[in-house]
């Protein structure tokens, strides 16, 4: 397995997440809820971007530089972090919903940029070896987050 194997299985499960919130969303009935599933979002979410920001994007920037697609991406974490930072502020409940739905829209785009556009040019750039060993690094890293270790 290599480094973009493993985030792409992440991908995978946000996506389930994603659809069921664009299903669910719409019709919750108080702040609360939607506030709790934005909070349970970002949770998932900074940890995925902290990981592929620590060992892919600076791994890939000493070969690509800082520029491009990594600062696009950058942008976009930042983006979507900001969102839901401002998420547990809204008071209004239709104003939330348009907010946590805003998030995954841009997550989605975001998530599809990185499949056709960084981990392609990742497999290109990077060796083997080094995606082997930035996959080894992330999954050390999640089994110390679940105290596996």
């Known amino acids: 397995m290599n480094i973009t194997d493993a985030l792409l299985g992440e991908h995978a499960?946000?996506?389930?997440?994603?659809?069921?919130?664009?299903q669910n969303i719409p019709s919750a009935e108080t702040t609360l809820l939607v506030k709790s599933q934005g909070a349970m979002l970002a949770a998932g979410l900074?940890?995925?971007?902290?990981?592929?920001?620590?060992?892919?994007?600076?791994?890939?920037?000493?070969?690509?530089?800082?520029?491009?697609p990594l600062a696009v991406m950058r942008m976009?974490?930042?983006?979507?972090?900001?969102?839901?930072?401002?998420?547990?502020?809204?008071?209004?409940l239709d104003e939330a919903r348009e907010l946590l739905l805003h998030v995954v829209a841009t997550a989605r785009e975001h998530f599809a940029k990185e499949e056709q556009i960084l981990y392609p040019?990742?497999?290109?750039?990077?060796?083997?070896?080094?995606?082997?060993d930035l996959s080894n690094q992330w999954a050390l890293s999640r089994a110390v987050q679940l105290n596996l270790e």
Do not use: C, W
């Open 13 to 22: 499960v946000f996506y389930a997440l994603f659809t069921h919130l664009e």
């Open 46 to 68: 900074a940890s995925h971007a902290n990981l592929e920001e620590e060992l892919l994007f600076k791994t890939l920037e000493k070969e690509i530089g800082p520029g491009g």
């Open 76 to 92: 976009e974490h930042e983006e979507i972090e900001g969102s839901l930072e401002r998420l547990p502020g809204v008071d209004e």
């Open 121 to 132: 040019i990742a497999s290109q750039t990077l060796s083997h070896e080094k995606m082997t």
